[in-house]
């Protein structure tokens, strides 16, 4: 399913990874939203106007936004600008876990910790990729959450590379320096994750439709966390879809991302 549509269509994956990644929103407040790739960049603003709308979001450069604009297809207006954040600005709110960002994994393993730098040892690496990008002093400040688009054992591995965003084994270890530290949700293509164990390992929280717990479990190489019932993901609302199809997305670029 490409682009608008009518909301009596069948939700496709991409749209119910959208609105599981918006879910992670819930009760942030009046936070600094800052995503990567086009399924979070959809949530955030799915959120913002459907249940979160103090949300901040940004231009990616150091305007606050009013309005909410689409992630695909023309503007229907040129967005309103309610206020300006120079970079110096950011790490106020960083620092003091004001801010809740979504990110791309390469890797991630039991416990949070992810990788996008590169794929092998760090002093002769087999693939180099974004590199740091200030991911260790990030996630230790405030909350993060991770996108996975193809869910496989080459991404949910049992130990990363190299440890980009800092898990909570790592975070433990810190003392005062994490107080901000939050691995909030993983979202893949095939499900929904949280830390809310004993000891903070992933744990299952939902298969999206279509998906077996199996399925799940073949592509993780590490043990998850699988409870006895474990419930689908919840699919969009009418409304919700309305805002994905025609308002933040008609041109379709969700399913691109994720093929249904």
Same mark, same amino acid.
């Given at each position: 399913?490409?682009? =608008? &549509?009518?909301?009596? $269509? ?5 749209? #119910?990874?959208? %609105? ?12 600094? %939203?800052?995503? @990567? ?13 459907? @249940? ?16 909410? $604009? ?12 309610? &206020?300006?954040?120079? /970079?110096?600005?950011? /790490? ?12 791309? =994994?390469?890797?991630?393993?039991? /416990? ?14 087999? =693939? $180099? ?25 080459? %991404? ?23 107080? @901000? ?11 929904? @994750? ?21 399925? %799940? ?9 699988? &409870? ?15 805002? #994905? ?16």
């Amino acid at each position: 399913m490409s682009g =608008a &549509g009518s909301i009596d $269509q069948k939700p496709s994956r991409a749209e #119910i990874c959208a %609105v599981a990644m918006a879910d992670a929103f819930r009760g942030d407040g009046e936070i600094l %939203v800052s995503c @990567f790739g086009t399924i979070p960049a959809i949530a955030a603003r799915l959120a913002k106007l459907t @249940f979160a709308p103090d949300l901040l979001l940004t231009d990616g450069i150091a305007h606050l936004l009013e309005t909410v $604009q689409p992630v695909s297809g023309p503007a229907k207006a040129d967005p309103v600008i309610e &206020g300006w954040m120079p /970079f110096r600005s950011v /790490f106020d709110l960083l620092w003091n876990g004001r801010r809740h960002v979504v990110m791309m =994994a390469s890797q991630i393993d039991r /416990f949070g910790n992810h990788n996008f730098a590169c794929i092998g040892p760090h002093a002769k690496p087999k =693939a $180099q990729l974004l590199g740091m990008r200030g991911a260790p002093g990030n996630t230790i400040n405030h909350a993060t959450s991770y996108w996975v688009p193809a869910h496989s054992t080459k %991404v949910f591995v049992d130990k990363v590379d190299v440890v980009s965003g800092v898990g909570y084994d790592r975070a433990a270890k810190l003392g005062a320096a994490a107080k @901000f530290h939050e691995v909030r949700r993983v979202v893949s293509n095939l499900g929904v @994750f949280d830390f809310a164990t004993r000891d903070h390992a992933m744990r299952l929280v939902s298969v999206h439709p279509g998906v077996a717990v199996a399925d %799940v479990v073949a592509a993780t190489a590490f043990l998850l966390d699988v &409870g006895a019932d474990v419930p689908e993901t919840r699919t969009p609302s009418a409304e919700e879809l309305r805002v #994905i199809r025609d308002v933040l997305d008609p041109a379709g670029a969700r399913d691109r991302e994720v093929p249904s």
